[in-house]
């Protein structure tokens, strides 16, 4: 890669900042998913050719006044847009929209789930790592501070599981193919807490290794846990691992 392509992919990668280099969004990792077709999909052409007519129409106030269906207007909105200025527009409101495109999407307190707590409501929150869309780095920051907010004792109504390669809601070179609503309902109604939940490959995922076998299963760990090999075992199966938390 030339020194150019590097420094748009760390760009990319690291964030979005304003000038004073303040963080507007949590950064990307770096991960085994990312060269796939669907990854590409919603990291470069749905940014040029979806996003800014979202992010101009839908999530700015007042609106952008530009021809959505232009792809020289987008790419021109794209050029001119302002990380210290425009960004602001999503948190405006005025006479015709009361509400901010920021405040219909986020909850007013993103840790105060105390309502669903309170009710023996339960939450399995599933995420995958090369997610291109939502950085998983963000679900991972919310948890931790979930956590905080619940003396570190939000598994007991929330839990959250990572998918390891999993684009955006499935695709890429992952296991992402799991019943989450049974062990969600078994929650609810029995008290049996979810722990490992096990996953396979979908069959005719074109993007799987060549060197994975059909028949592969992981289990996918409630975070922070992840899925170590027991040493022993065929590293196509599930049986093979177990739920550790990092050293």
């Known amino acids: 890669m030339t020194q150019a392509q590097k420094t748009v992919i760390n ?8 000038s004073l280099g303040e963080a507007l969004y949590a950064n990307f990792p770096y991960d085994g998913g ?11 052409f749905t940014a040029l050719m979806r996003d800014p007519a979202a992010v101009g129409y839908v999530f700015s106030t007042p609106a952008a006044d530009f021809d959505f269906n232009s792809d020289v207007a987008l790419y ?9 200025k425009d960004v602001q527009k999503i948190y405006a409101t005025n006479n015709e929209f009361t509400e901010s495109g920021w405040s219909v999407m986020v909850p007013p307190d993103e840790t105060d789930y105390s309502a669903i707590r309170e009710r023996g409501a339960k939450m399995m929150v599933v995420h995958g ?20 907010a619940n003396s570190n ?25 799991f019943d989450m609503l049974t062990k969600l309902v ?14 396979s490959v979908r069959a005719n995922n074109a993007e799987l290794p060549a060197d994975w076998s ?28 177990s739920c550790k938390a990092p050293e």
């Open 214 to 241: 059909k028949q592969r299963t992981r289990p996918l760990c409630p975070y922070p846990q992840q899925a170590t090999y027991n040493g022993s075992g065929s590293v196509e199966d599930a049986a093979s691992f």
């Open 153 to 177: 004792d939000a598994e007991k109504f929330a839990r959250l599981y990572l998918v390891p390669n999993m684009n955006h809601c499935g695709f890429g070179p992952s296991t992402d193919n």
């Open 129 to 148: 790592t090369s997610d291109a869309v939502f950085s998983v780095q963000d679900t991972i920051n919310w948890y931790k501070a979930l956590q905080d």
């Open 76 to 84: 021109h909105y794209i050029e001119q847009y302002d990380l210290d």
């Open 34 to 44: 990312m060269g796939t077709d669907d990854y590409f999909q919603w990291e470069y």
């Open 186 to 199: 078994d929650w609810v109604e029995d008290g049996t807490a979810p722990e490992a939940i096990n996953a």
């Open 11 to 18: 760009n990319i990668m690291g964030g979005a900042h304003n």
